[in-house]
Each structure stands twice: as C-alpha cells, then as structure tokens.
C-alpha cells in the first residue's frame, strides 16, 4: 500500500525557515510529478509548487499561489522516493496545513496503474 509521509511543519517565527519532506512509501515502479500544496483556514487549498520526474521546477502561476516565489525552493530525490520543500521569509501568510501530492505508478496484476495520492498534511504556523 503507497502511502506520502509528511515531516518538518512547526512553528517558526516570521523571517524564519522551515524544511518540509514528504516520503513515499510501498511497492512502487516509480513516480511522475511531486508536488507541494497547502490550506489556510477558511480558504481552498492552493499548489505551492511542483517538480517533475526531471527535477524541472514548475512554481505556480497566477493562477496559483504566487507569493511564494523566490522564497520557497522544491527539490527531490528520485533514489528515496522523496520530495522536499525549502521554506524561507516565512510571513505569517503562510500559515496553513500543507499537503504533499505525488502521482505514483504501482504494479497490478499484468499492468501498471498510476494514481494521485496525497499525504496527511503538516501544520505549519508562522508567528509573529
């Protein structure tokens, strides 16, 4: 069974850094796009950014949430089946729970099938 493990949220005041991970886990063949999205109360969740299986940086557009460019950094690890995400500047904006999200390919049966999965989600809160 796949499963996205989330770490990192926490508390941190404003100006301060956190390092999220998001490891995934189970019987996997491999994993296409890795991205990061997060959800402050009262609004909908939101991409923060993603990466391909390349490791291109896509951040989001203006469609999405762009006040994080610049600040935020997504990297993973294609050995460790593991997606990071380098917060720094934290406002207090940017408080939310964030979510980790990955489309992931797993053998069945004869063939191969691939879904969108997602973590648990990590609290994050920037303080004044």
């Known amino acids: 069974q796949v499963q996205l493990v989330e770490s990192g949220g926490g508390l941190v005041q404003a100006g301060g850094s956190l390092r999220l991970s998001c490891a995934a886990t189970?019987?996997?063949?491999?994993?296409?796009?890795m991205g990061w999205y997060r959800q402050a109360p009262g609004k909908q969740r939101e991409l923060v950014a993603a990466?391909?299986?390349?490791?291109?940086?896509?951040?989001?557009?203006?469609e999405y949430a762009d006040s994080v460019k610049g600040r935020f950094t997504i990297s993973r690890d294609n050995a460790r089946n593991t997606v990071y995400l380098q917060m720094n500047s934290l406002n207090r904006e940017d408080t939310a729970v964030y979510y980790c999200?990955?489309?992931?390919?797993?053998?069945?049966?004869?063939?191969?099938?691939?879904?969108?999965?997602w973590g648990q989600g990590t609290q994050v809160t920037v303080s004044a």
């Open positions: 990466v391909t299986r390349s490791g291109s940086l896509n951040y989001a557009d203006s």
């Open positions: 189970g019987n996997i063949l491999s994993i296409n796009t």
């Open positions: 999200n990955a489309d992931i390919s797993t053998p069945l049966l004869s063939t191969v099938r691939t879904i969108n999965y």
